[in-house]
């Protein structure tokens, strides 16, 4: 039973917050792991402190006694990590002055990050990580993720996770949190009019509402996404946040009719590209509509989708499928239907 690192977790309760200080263990007879409280900072973590010459952190020693019981040799530098924004500016300038800032180049991932990656890295954390590092509201491009953004998931509890999820959703305002969510839930796939991948503000937001209570739903009964911990009947607190981030904050208003302008005025352009190609040999589409991409071009567009939404059907991962093969069939699809609509 190990625990690799610390982390600051925050609870509702009504109108106040408490704080704890938790870390993950592995369970001793499975791959997963859990989360260990540490420390109860109950409301108030500043009461834990105070500050030497009104400058340098000084902790209390039982909260120290609980980190050093798991880290003899660092405790203070964890505590000031965990605590940092309860510390006043000029002790954070004064402390950033005394840090090391080295940049170390990621090292390739080795065979057993990439396996524990497989393994344990569920596909909501994938979308979540594909808006939260490259903004694309479209998932269908989701297999190119560099896998070195799984790396700070791995060694885990959900729990941990989920807070590590809470920091990096700091960056985003409220106004992209519709956005995020239908990205994150990956809602475009129950819509087939074609700016249902790039601008969700467009659609139906009551149909929108009624697909993302049932997401966050199946989610919430999806053992695979929990990674061991026990499920309860009541909607888990990291999913609770998701409600509130959709129905408590107005969507980001773009301005649509500059959207739909912009596609028109790129639609009746006389200069056209070349025709993009599928980054998949012919052999590989050959597999997936067991037809040759010569002849799916050749297709109306009625039968390309009937053909397409069979083969959807059989390899979408809801139905048992592969998340890889189904997002190389939507792509291959999604280029078929470009070309045909520049024809």
Same mark, same amino acid.
């Given at each position: 039973?190990?625990?690799?690192?610390?982390?600051?977790?925050?609870?509702?309760?009504?109108?106040?917050?408490?704080?704890?200080?938790?870390?993950?263990?592995?369970?001793?007879?499975?791959?997963?792991?859990?989360?260990?409280?540490?420390?109860?900072?109950?409301?108030?973590?500043?009461?834990?402190?105070?500050?030497?010459?009104?400058?340098?952190?000084?902790?209390?020693?039982?909260?120290?006694?609980?980190?050093?019981?798991?880290?003899?040799?660092?405790?203070?530098?964890?505590?000031?990590?965990?605590?940092?924004?309860?510390?006043?500016?000029?002790?954070?300038?004064?402390?950033?002055?005394?840090?090391?800032?080295?940049?170390?180049?990621?090292?390739?991932?080795?065979?057993?990050?990439?396996?524990?990656?497989?393994?344990?890295?569920?596909?909501?954390?994938?979308?979540?990580?594909?808006?939260?590092?490259?903004?694309?509201?479209?998932?269908?491009?989701?297999?190119?993720?560099?896998?070195?953004?799984c790396r700070p998931l791995l060694h885990k509890s959900r729990d941990e996770r989920e807070f590590y999820f809470r920091n990096l959703e700091r960056q985003i305002s409220p106004g992209e949190y519709h956005n995020y969510l239908y990205a994150a839930?990956?809602?475009?796939?129950?819509?087939?009019?074609?700016?249902?991948?790039?601008?969700?503000?467009?659609?139906?937001?009551?149909?929108?509402?009624?697909? $993302?209570?049932?997401?966050?739903? %199946?989610?919430?009964?999806?053992?695979? *996404?929990?990674?061991?911990? +026990?499920?309860?009947? =009541? #909607?888990?607190?990291?999913?609770?946040?998701?409600?509130?981030?959709?129905?408590?904050?107005?969507?980001?208003?773009?301005?649509?009719?500059?959207?739909?302008?912009?596609?028109?005025?790129?639609?009746?352009?006389?200069?056209?590209?070349?025709?993009?190609?599928?980054?998949?040999?012919?052999?590989?589409?050959?597999?997936?509509?067991?037809?040759?991409?010569?002849?799916?071009?050749?297709?109306?567009?009625?039968?390309?989708?009937?053909?397409?939404?069979?083969?959807? $059907?059989?390899?979408?991962?809801? %139905?048992?499928?592969?998340?890889?093969? *189904?997002?190389?069939?939507? +792509?291959?699809?999604? =280029? #078929?239907?470009?070309?045909?609509?520049?024809?």
């Amino acid at each position: 039973m190990t625990g690799r690192t610390m982390y600051l977790a925050s609870i509702r309760h009504g109108e106040s917050t408490f704080y704890q200080i938790r870390r993950s263990c592995r369970h001793p007879h499975s791959d997963s792991y859990y989360p260990q409280l540490v420390f109860d900072l109950g409301p108030h973590p500043k009461k834990y402190f105070e500050l030497f010459n009104q400058e340098i952190p000084l902790f209390d020693t039982t909260l120290l006694e609980a980190i050093e019981e798991h880290c003899p040799d660092s405790s203070e530098i964890i505590l000031e990590k965990l605590l940092w924004d309860f510390l006043p500016g000029q002790t954070r300038d004064i402390l950033s002055r005394f840090s090391r800032k080295t940049y170390n180049r990621p090292r390739p991932l080795n065979e057993s990050e990439r396996e524990e990656i497989a393994r344990t890295v569920h596909i909501f954390d994938r979308r979540r990580l594909y808006y939260l590092y490259y903004g694309a509201i479209d998932q269908t491009r989701l297999y190119r993720m560099h896998e070195k953004l799984c790396r700070p998931l791995l060694h885990k509890s959900r729990d941990e996770r989920e807070f590590y999820f809470r920091n990096l959703e700091r960056q985003i305002s409220p106004g992209e949190y519709h956005n995020y969510l239908y990205a994150a839930f990956n809602l475009q796939r129950y819509f087939d009019v074609s700016y249902a991948a790039f601008l969700p503000e467009a659609l139906s937001f009551d149909e929108i509402s009624e697909l $993302m209570a049932e997401a966050i739903c %199946q989610l919430n009964e999806d053992t695979a *996404f929990w990674l061991g911990e +026990e499920l309860h009947d =009541l #909607l888990h607190q990291h999913l609770q946040r998701y409600l509130f981030m959709f129905f408590d904050f107005s969507p980001q208003q773009r301005l649509i009719e500059n959207e739909f302008v912009r596609n028109f005025i790129n639609s009746h352009r006389k200069f056209r590209w070349p025709e993009r190609q599928p980054d998949v040999t012919d052999e590989k589409v050959i597999s997936l509509f067991s037809l040759p991409y010569a002849q799916l071009k050749k297709m109306e567009k009625q039968e390309l989708t009937r053909l397409y939404r069979q083969k959807a $059907m059989q390899l979408h991962p809801d %139905q048992g499928g592969d998340q890889e093969l *189904f997002v190389q069939l939507t +792509e291959i699809y999604r =280029l #078929l239907m470009a070309g045909k609509k520049q024809q």
